[in-house]
DNA sequence: GAATCAATCCAAAGCGCTTTGGGTACTGAA
DNA sequence: TTCAGTACCCAAAGCGCTTTGGATTGATTC
């Protein structure tokens, strides 16, 4: 059923149809009502492509999600970022084109997304320090909004991002104040610019109390399970080990957690945790209390921020570029405590 | 750049550029070479939707996932699933339309995506006993495959399918050998078939030990952190405990552990626990040993067969559906141990 | 030398929609 | 009665590509 034949069925012209259709005015009220009416008994839908070609626009977003070539590891926030977003998207009928690649071919796929005009814009996810998607999709002229930042030149695009630095910090200070000295960090990979800010804002509370940051206790890699079981394993099986662990993520906190019963050792009592916690629908922290302490943003409603954000970037074009920070809360759970021999 | 603007300059057609560009015979080698290169030069790609409309495919694929209306989740088996196929579609030049949708909503995207002509096929996710979607899909002419089975006509439509029965039952008269007597089952949502054929082999194999399950070992709900949790902590608190559990999932599996933890008991001496394994990418079972004994097969590797079965269906339309059932590893790790009093 | 054929290339139609630039009929005012 | 104005509708162009149905050329065959 195409807008040929419906408008055969109605007796009208197929101009006369699609403004019908599409709520313009120059159409009797009374026919309009007709129109739709025959359209919804016949099931009728514009093609999608038709319509993309004719308007030059696509109503569709795309989200290029880079899977690590050396690990082969899909970032595990991404279904819950992808839900919320998606939720946006099909409360305004756009669609959603996801391409899964390989990050060393993420240039060469945001370069075809923008000269097969397949998409009305992107979100970049993941930025690296000093992110060469920027400028490549600023060149390209293709909108785009990036969870995250790159580090500089942040004013000149839009993006949204929590404030890790300022949440690391805080967690930092946290364990401080109970009394912990030798505090590990189990961060991201810090090619990436969040892990980056996360460990700038570890390193600035050490400092500010005196403190110099141990290179033993400061481990970045991907975040799996079984990277936060080993870093744990090893740092607390060392000479001196750490009485409390800032994480990077949940997962990473879930092999922390299990070196430190493999070890013997009780979560809370003989080894505090903070751990970022981005409220997975899946991996929840807990229910009435949280499992562990945390410093928490949901990336879900991320991604809902940053979908909103891009198509009112489509919609309303030449605005100057938008920023969001999101504050992360600091919520107390049950894997904090004070330290066992404050000095 | 267009087709047009190409050919203007290089003092070609339209038809003999475009033909050059899909390797068709009828156009002379050296242009061809002359056309390509000057194609490349110019950064040309042929606008998608002008080609989806000529040829009357869109090489696309659709994926509807469906999120919890109720506990609003997002199967996190859903990101390496996306990762096995989205790595298959590139390779063939396909993209992914991804619809993130309220379960309820389901049958009217479906719809949506077969009459506005969006997509050349879809992969059908998480299906339910006696899905409704599958006729749906019969009806409307969309070629599909599923991932999973609905357990009523399954010779008649395509899909890719773990032997979950078999897992189970293989899994059960494991823990069943060590002298395991009391074994709970934690699993998956019933009107999901494959939560559905599970117990049925858990069942099964303790039926044919001459053993009764017993309804208060066995529970069903979302395979969430804390139902794994809370229900193995309900359990092992009770009047008659299980020895042994059969968990549903990896996540679900990391509850139940926290609750052995917090009871004081030990995985694999205490209590024994068998898993199935989906090879998450961020949630490996340990590297060297297996952390949990496990039925194990890649939910990536699923992902991948999914769409190189529904590529195939696209190409040689016609043929009968395609079938695979993939057989689960059991493979053994550090948390099954003997039954601690054997009858 | 004429006819046949393969190799190359091209003009134009068509995919299904939106949108431009009118047309027609009816109204009310002059 | 005429004219401008409005409400409603339509034919046709155009979005950027593929594909049909030739046209042209040069080589080959008889």
Redesign the pocket.
């Known amino acids: 059923m195409?807008?040929?034949e419906?408008s055969a069925i109605l007796?009208?012209?197929?101009?006369?149809v699609?403004?019908a259709?599409?709520d313009y005015p120059?159409?009797?009220?009374a026919?309009r009502q007709r129109v739709k009416a025959v359209a919804r008994k016949n099931n009728?839908?514009?093609?999608t492509r038709?319509?993309g070609?004719?308007?030059?626009r696509t109503l569709t977003i795309g989200h290029v999600i880079p899977v690590s070539t050396r690990h082969e590891i899909v970032n595990p926030i991404f279904a819950d970022f992808i839900a919320g977003a998606g939720e946006i998207y099909s409360r305004n009928d756009y669609d959603m084109l996801l391409s899964v690649v390989a990050d060393v071919d993420e240039e060469r796929v945001y370069r075809e997304l923008a000269s097969r005009r397949s998409v009305d814009g992107v979100i970049v996810h993941g930025p690296r320090e000093n992110d060469p998607r920027i400028a490549l999709l600023q060149e390209v002229g293709l909108p785009f909004v990036v969870h995250g930042r790159a580090g500089t030149g942040d004013s000149g695009y839009s993006w949204v991002d929590v404030n890790n630095r300022r949440a690391f910090e805080r967690a930092t200070n946290f364990l401080l104040d109970l009394g912990h000295r030798r505090v590990a960090l189990i961060n991201g990979v810090e090619t990436m610019h969040f892990a980056n800010r996360r460990r700038a804002g570890f390193v600035t509370a050490l400092e500010n109390r005196g403190l110099r940051p141990d290179p033993a206790l400061m481990r970045s890699e991907e975040m799996t399970e079984y990277f936060g079981f080993r870093a744990a394993h090893e740092m607390l099986s060392g000479p001196t080990p750490p009485s409390a662990f800032l994480i990077s993520s949940m997962i990473t906190a879930i092999g922390v957690r299990r070196a430190i019963g493999d070890l013997g050792l009780k979560l809370g009592r003989d080894v505090s945790a903070i751990i970022h916690d981005d409220e997975l629908s899946y991996l929840r922290n807990g229910e009435e209390v949280p499992i562990f302490t945390a410093t928490r943003s949901s990336v879900r409603h991320a991604g809902q921020l940053c979908a909103e954000m891009l198509l009112d970037i489509i919609r309303h074009p030449g605005q100057p570029p938008a920023q969001k920070l999101l504050e992360a809360d600091l919520t107390v759970g049950m894997s904090t405590g004070p330290a066992a021999t404050p000095d």
Chains 1, 2 share one sequence.
């Open positions: 195409n807008l040929k419906l007796g009208l012209s197929q101009t006369t699609s403004r259709l599409n120059e159409v009797n009220e026919t009728y839908r514009p093609n038709a319509k070609l004719a308007t030059g």
